[in-house]
C-alpha cells in the first residue's frame, strides 16, 4: 500500500454520508451564480441578438434603434474589445464575429436595466447578412471534405495481416448521436469591476483558471487583474469545460464598459441553441474474428461531429480513439480519427469525453457481428475480455483487468442471470407481441487527462486558532460531491471530526493555474493536493505535541502560541504517466476503471416502446472515498447514458429552407429526457468489493463518468429483444439513439427477416474494403426517420 493510498483506522473517507449540500439542494437554499443578483446592487442584463441563419458573412450592423429602447445602456460589438475578439484557447472563436458560423450564433449583445429591456433592445438592431452555404449533417461534412483540427491514428501491429489472418471478417457503420447537457442550471456570470479596474467574476464554470485567462484575454488584461470565482453548478457534464469563457467575457466587458456589475444568464432556449452538446460521431470499420469468436484486427475510422469551431474537439476524438477497444483484447488495431467542420454548435465535453463514442463503436461491432458468428454475444464480449499481460493499442499495459471477469461474475450471480435467461426464452417463446432481451457489458475507462500537464492540483488548508478547519482547492462543485470527499479528505488526515472542516467556494485567487474540474479526476487530483496541505500541518503539529496526547483544540492553541505555522498550501500530481499525441502512444492514464452492468428490457412489437424492467451493476471506485456519493454518481451516470443511447434525439434542421441548420429539438418538449418514467423498475447497484488502488488517494478510484457507459447494457438488451422478433441468428442493426421509434424499424426489419444490411462479409482471405461514408447508401430507415421530424416546433 502506498502512502498516497493507506488509510488510518477511524477515517472520515468512507463513511457513508449525504452530499455536503443535500440539505441546502433540496430546500432551495443552495445559492447559484444567478442567485447573486438579486442581492447585488444596480446590475445590468446581457441578452444576445442571434442570427437566423447557419452560414452568413454581416454585412451590416445597425445598434441605433436598440438605444431608443426605454432601459437600453449599452450595445457590446466587436469594437469594444480591448484585448483578444475570441472567445477560446484555438483563435478560432471570434467572440463577435463577422462571420456566423451557426444558427443562433450572437453576432453582438445589448445591455440593460432589465432582462426584457435587453430583450426588446436586442430585437430592435438591425443585421444584414449575406448567407452563405451551409454544412449541416455530418455525412455531408465527410462527403464534401469539411475538416478541422489534427486527424490522429491509434495503431498496433499489422491490419491488414491480421484481418487476411482472420477466419471471419465484416465491415460495417455505425453513427451515433450528440446529446444535450442539459444541467438544471444555464451557463451564468455576474461580473463586477473595482476601481482599480480589477474583475471580479463568479460563473457557473468547470474551469475557473481558464476563464479568468480567456476573460484576461479579452480585456487586454493579465492573470491577475481577473478573478473568478465559482460557487457551485447545477450541474456542468463537460458543458461548462470550455464554452462558460465567452459569456464571461461579454460579462466581464459590459462591466468594465459601464461600471456596473454586468449578469449573462442565458434562458433555456438560448443555452440549447448556442452551446455546445456531446459530439455525434460517424464510424466505418473492417473486423476480423478467429474461429473462436476472438478478435483478431479492428480498422476503423471515427469522424466526430465537431460543429463550427474545434473548442475541445482534438482531445475528445484522442479519448474515443483510445477507448475503441473497450475492455477487449485486439491485436491489430488501426484507428483514424477525423473532426468535421459542421455550421452548428461547437461541440464540447460531455461525461465521457469522447470514450462513450469511441467504446460504442466496439460494442455494436460484437453486437452485430455475434449472431452473425453464431456466438451468444455475451459469450462473445466475454471471451474476448483482456487478460493480464496485455496492453492498450496506444501501448499502457492493462492494470488489473481481472476486475472485469470479477464484475461480471458478479453480476451474473447477484443478478440471478442464468435463471431469468431461461424465463425470458420462456417469456419470449410464448408472447409473439412482446419480446424481452437482456445483455450484459463491461466498462474499462482511463483515468488522468491525456494531457499529462493538466494532472496537477492545488490546495489550501487553514486551521484558525480555534482549531477550526477551512479548505479551498482547485476542484469545482456541480453536483458530483467533489467538496464532500475533499471534506472527508481534509477531517481524515488532520485526524479532526467532519463537524470541524469547512470548505469555501472555489476561486482563482486562492488557488491559481488549477485544470479544469472533469476527466472524472477531481478527486484524485485535489484530494491529493488537500491531503498534502493536511499532511505539512499535521507534521508541524506533531512536534508541537512531542509525544503527548493533547485534545485537538488545546494542541492548535499551543502551537499558534509558539508561532508554528498553520496553514499550508498543498500540491499534487499524478505520477507515472506520459503521453506523446504526436504518435498517439504513451502510458495516459494512471488507472483503469472497471464496471459490469446487466439490464433486461421488454419490447412492443406494435410499437417499438419499452420498459427497463431490471439493471444490474457491479462498479468499481476502488476503496470508496464517499459511498453514498458514488452510488449517486455511478446511478446517475448509468441514467444520463441511457438517456444519450435511447431517449434524447437531437434533430437538427437538414433541409434546404430558410431554417436550415436551426435546431429542432430546442426545448424539453421536443428533446426527451430520461425521467422517473424510464428509471429502471429494479435498480441494484454494489461496489466491486477488494478494489483499493494503490495510485491513488485513500485507495479510492475516480467515478464521475466511467459508469454513463454502463448504458450499453440498455442498448444491447434492445438489441437482443429486437431480434427475438426475427429468425434465431437475426443481426440487428439498430440506431443510436435507440428510441421507441427505432426499436420499431429494427423490429420489423427482425421480423421481416431482413437481417443486418449495412455488416458485410469478406470472403476468406478477401478482405472487404472499409465502406465509404459517401460512397455507402444512407441508413435504409433514415427516410422514415427524417420525415418524423417534428417541424418547427416552437417551444
Ligand atoms: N455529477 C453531477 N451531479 N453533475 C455533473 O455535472 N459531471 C460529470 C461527473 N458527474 C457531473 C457529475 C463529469 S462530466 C465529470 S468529468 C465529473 O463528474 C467531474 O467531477 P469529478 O472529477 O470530481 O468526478
Ligand atoms: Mo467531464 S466530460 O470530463 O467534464
Not at 121 to 140: F, N
Not at 213 to 221: R, S, T, Y
Not at 752 to 761: F, Y
Amino acid at each position: 500500500m502506498s502512502d498516497l493510498s493507506s488509510r488510518p483506522d477511524d477515517a472520515a473517507v468512507g463513511l457513508t454520508i449525504p452530499h455536503e449540500s443535500a440539505s441546502l439542494h433540496v430546500t432551495g437554499a443552495a445559492l447559484y451564480t444567478d442567485d447573486l443578483v438579486g442581492r447585488t446592487r444596480d446590475v445590468l442584463h446581457a441578452h444576445p441578438v442571434q442570427a437566423p441563419h447557419a452560414h452568413a458573412r454581416v454585412t451590416g450592423l445597425r445598434v441605433d434603434a436598440a438605444h431608443d429602447v426605454p432601459g437600453v445602456v449599452r450595445v457590446l460589438t466587436a469594437d469594444d474589445v480591448p484585448g483578444v475578439n475570441d472567445a477560446g484557447v484555438k483563435g478560432d472563436e471570434p467572440l463577435f464575429p463577422s462571420e456566423v458560423m451557426y444558427h443562433g450564433h450572437a453576432v453582438c449583445w445589448v445591455l440593460a436595466e432589465t432582462l426584457e429591456a435587453a430583450r426588446l433592445g436586442a430585437a430592435a438592431v438591425e443585421v444584414d447578412y449575406d448567407p452563405l452555404p451551409a454544412v449541416i449533417g455530418l455525412r455531408e461534412a465527410i462527403a464534401a471534405g469539411s475538416f478541422q483540427g489534427g486527424q490522429p491514428t491509434v495503431e498496433r501491429g499489422n491490419v491488414e495481416d491480421g484481418l487476411a489472418g482472420s477466419a471471419r471478417v465484416f465491415s460495417g457503420e455505425v453513427e451515433m448521436s450528440g446529446q444535450e447537457h442539459f444541467y438544471l442550471e444555464t451557463m451564468a456570470s455576474l461580473a463586477q469591476v473595482d476601481e482599480a479596474g480589477q474583475v471580479f467574476l463568479q460563473s457557473s464554470t468547470q474551469h475557473p483558471s481558464e476563464t479568468q485567462e480567456i476573460v484576461a484575454h479579452v480585456l487586454g488584461l493579465s492573470n491577475h487583474q481577473v478573478t473568478v470565482q465559482c460557487l457551485r453548478m447545477g450541474g456542468g457534464f463537460g458543458g461548462k469545460e470550455m464554452q462558460p469563457h465567452g459569456y464571461a467575457a461579454i460579462a466581464a466587458l459590459g462591466a468594465t464598459l459601464t461600471g456596473r456589475p454586468v449578469r449573462l444568464r442565458l434562458n433555456r432556449t438560448q443555452d440549447l441553441t448556442m452551446t455546445g452538446k456531446r459530439h455525434g460521431f460517424h464510424a466505418q470499420w473492417r473486423v476480423g474474428f478467429d474461429a473462436d469468436g476472438r478478435l483478431q484486427a479492428l480498422d476503423a475510422t471515427l469522424t466526430s461531429d465537431g460543429g463550427w469551431s474545434l473548442d475541445l474537439s482534438e482531445p475528445v476524438l484522442a479519448r474515443a480513439l483510445c477507448h475503441v477497444d473497450n475492455a477487449y483484447w485486439i491485436p491489430h488495431v488501426r484507428v483514424n480519427g477525423r473532426i468535421a467542420r459542421t455550421h452548428k454548435t461547437s461541440q464540447t465535453a460531455f461525461r465521457g469525453f469522447g470514450g462513450p463514442q469511441g467504446m460504442l463503436v466496439i460494442e455494436d461491432i460484437l453486437g452485430r457481428c455475434a449472431p452473425l458468428l453464431g456466438i451468444d454475444a455475451d459469450e462473445l464480449r466475454r471471451r474476448n475480455f483482456y487478460v493480464d499481460g496485455q496492453s492498450t493499442p496506444y501501448g499502457q499495459p492493462v492494470r488489473h483487468p481481472e476486475r472485469v471477469a470479477t464484475a461480471w461474475q458478479r453480476v451474473l450471480e447477484s443478478g440471478d442471470v442464468a435463471r431469468r435467461r431461461a424465463e425470458i426464452a420462456d417469456f419470449n417463446r410464448r408472447h409473439p407481441h412482446t419480446k424481452r432481451g437482456l445483455a450484459l457489458t463491461p466498462v474499462k475507462f482511463g483515468i488522468s487527462f491525456n494531457f499529462t500537464a493538466f494532472n496537477q492540483a492545488g490546495a489550501l488548508v487553514h486551521v484558525y486558532k480555534d482549531g477550526s478547519v477551512l479548505i479551498n482547492h482547485g476542484g469545482t462543485e456541480m453536483g458530483q460531491g467533489l467538496h464532500t470527499k475533499m471534506l472527508q479528505v481534509a477531517a481524515t488526515t488532520l485526524g479532526v471530526p467532519l463537524e470541524r472542516v469547512r470548505l469555501a467556494p472555489t476561486r482563482t485567487d486562492k488557488v491559481p493555474n488549477t485544470s479544469a474540474t472533469a476527466a472524472s479526476s477531481g478527486a484524485d487530483l485535489n484530494g491529493g493536493a488537500v491531503k498534502h496541505a493536511s499532511e505539512q500541518i499535521k507534521a508541524r503539529l506533531a512536534e508541537v505535541a512531542a509525544g503527548r496526547e493533547l485534545a485537538w483544540e488545546d494542541l492548535v492553541r499551543e502551537a499558534y502560541f509558539s508561532r508554528v505555522q498553520l496553514w499550508a498550501a498543498g500540491f499534487y500530481r499524478t505520477e507515472g504517466i506520459e503521453w506523446d499525441s504526436s504518435v498517439m502512444r504513451g502510458h495516459p492514464f494512471k488507472y483503469f476503471a472497471y464496471g459490469v452492468a446487466a439490464t433486461e428490457v421488454e419490447v412492443d412489437g406494435f410499437t417499438g416502446a419499452y420498459r427497463t424492467r431490471r439493471v444490474d451493476i457491479v462498479h468499481d471506485v476502488g476503496d470508496s472515498l464517499s459511498p453514498l456519493v458514488d452510488l449517486g454518481q455511478i446511478e446517475g451516470g448509468f441514467v444520463q447514458g441511457a438517456g444519450w443511447l435511447t431517449l434524447e434525439d437531437l434533430r437538427w434542421d437538414e433541409s434546404d429552407g430558410p431554417s436550415r441548420g436551426r435546431l429542432a429539438t430546442q426545448a424539453a418538449s421536443t428533446y426527451k429526457l430520461p425521467a422517473f418514467s424510464e428509471m429502471p423498475e429494479e435498480f441494484n447497484v454494489s461496489l466491486l468489493e477488494r478494489a483499493h488502488e494503490d495510485g491513488a488517494v485513500y485507495g479510492s478510484k475516480a467515478v464521475g463518468e466511467p459508469p454513463l457507459m454502463l448504458a450499453f447494457s440498455v442498448r444491447e438488451a434492445l438489441r437482443q429483444a429486437a431480434a427475438a422478433f426475427g429468425p434465431a441468428g437475426t443481426s440487428v442493426d439498430l440506431a443510436s439513439p435507440a428510441t421507441p421509434e427505432a426499436v420499431y424499424w429494427a423490429v420489423e426489419d427482425a421480423r421481416a427477416g431482413r437481417t443486418d444490411g449495412r455488416v458485410l462479409e469478406g470472403l476468406p482471405g478477401r478482405v472487404p474494403d472499409q465502406p465509404g461514408a459517401d460512397a455507402h447508401a444512407l441508413h435504409p430507415r433514415s427516410e422514415q426517420v427524417a420525415r418524423s421530424v417534428p417541424a418547427e416546433v416552437r417551444s
